[in-house]
């Protein structure tokens, strides 16, 4: 078994255990959850570009920075200038949780999105429930039919979806979803081998209503300039920030220079 089967295997018991203590209608009488949401799309679009996240861990680089309180991380990469916050909730692989979720909501005012493995509307509805503007939804562990009925619930909720591919075959059975942006993800999420090519491979066959994001291993500038001639707006960053011992003043240094050279 891989090491995504083993995360959404988990990830099934997870959602069944957390049915039972928390019921939908506790999710619904949230006080965010009547909350407007934020456009990530429309902030892509008009402002830099970067989507800065806060991860602990990951299955491919294990410890990546535990030290540092999610408020902070997040207050600073909105300082920053980032155009969007994405924060992993997943606890097991990637140190994350609901909890940082809502701690990041209460610290900034910039969209922020739902990282996680989503395969039932339950977490859809947490997602809401918690301050999310956007859900991420990765073809390579879902259904067309799961990713339409997944991405209709989310819209339904007043949120945008951010669908991510790997290859041409997710992407060719992600066309008829009903989401604001495709997400490219450089890392193979199997393999962990990450290349930035696959961006530019995929690019032309993103139809071009839909907002581009780039997704992993982005770490320098000249990267982001190569790929807007590819046509991408939304530029997803974690390690690189989350690396350092202050990640919004990396973020400050990366935006300010990618200004430079814009
Ligand atoms: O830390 P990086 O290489 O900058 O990558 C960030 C982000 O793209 C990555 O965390 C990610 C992209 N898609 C995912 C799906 C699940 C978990 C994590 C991810």
Redesign the pocket.
Same mark, same amino acid.
């Given at each position: 078994m891989n090491i995504l089967d083993k995360i959404i295997a988990d990830k099934a018991k997870e959602i069944e255990l957390k049915k039972s203590l928390i019921p939908v209608s506790q999710l619904e009488s949230s006080v965010l959850f009547e909350r407007k949401c934020l456009s990530l799309a429309e902030s892509l679009k008009n402002g830099s570009g970067i989507i800065a *996240?806060h %991860?602990r861990r990951?299955p491919s680089k294990s410890v990546i920075n535990q030290d540092l309180n999610v408020q902070d991380v997040v207050y600073g990469y909105e300082k920053a200038g980032a155009s969007g916050i994405s924060v $992993?909730t997943d606890g097991k692989y990637?140190g994350g949780s609901l909890e940082d979720l809502l701690y990041a909501r209460a610290s900034v005012n910039i969209p922020i999105l739902r %990282?996680e493995?989503m395969i039932d509307e339950y977490q859809v509805l947490e997602a809401k429930a918690y301050g999310a503007d956007a859900i $991420?939804l990765?073809a390579a562990v879902l259904t067309e039919q799961q990713m339409t009925y997944l991405a209709n619930s989310a819209k339904s909720l007043g949120m945008e979806v951010l669908l991510?591919v790997h290859n041409e075959e997710e992407l060719k059975k992600s066309l008829e979803v009903n989401t604001d942006m495709i997400g490219v /993800?450089n890392?193979n $999420?199997k393999s962990f081998e990450v290349s930035i090519e696959n961006s530019k491979k995929l690019s032309s066959l993103i139809p071009d209503q839909l907002v581009k994001v780039s *997704?992993? @291993?982005?770490s320098n500038t000249n990267t982001i300039a190569e790929l807007k001639i590819f046509g991408y707006q939304g530029f $997803?960053? @974690?390690? /690189?920030f989350m690396k350092t011992s202050n990640p919004g003043q990396a973020a400050e240094k990366f935006i300010t220079e990618l200004k430079s050279i814009a």
């Open positions: *996240e %991860k990951s $992993l990637f %990282k493995f $991420l990765i991510e /993800n890392r $999420l *997704e992993s @291993g982005i $997803l960053i @974690g390690e /690189n």
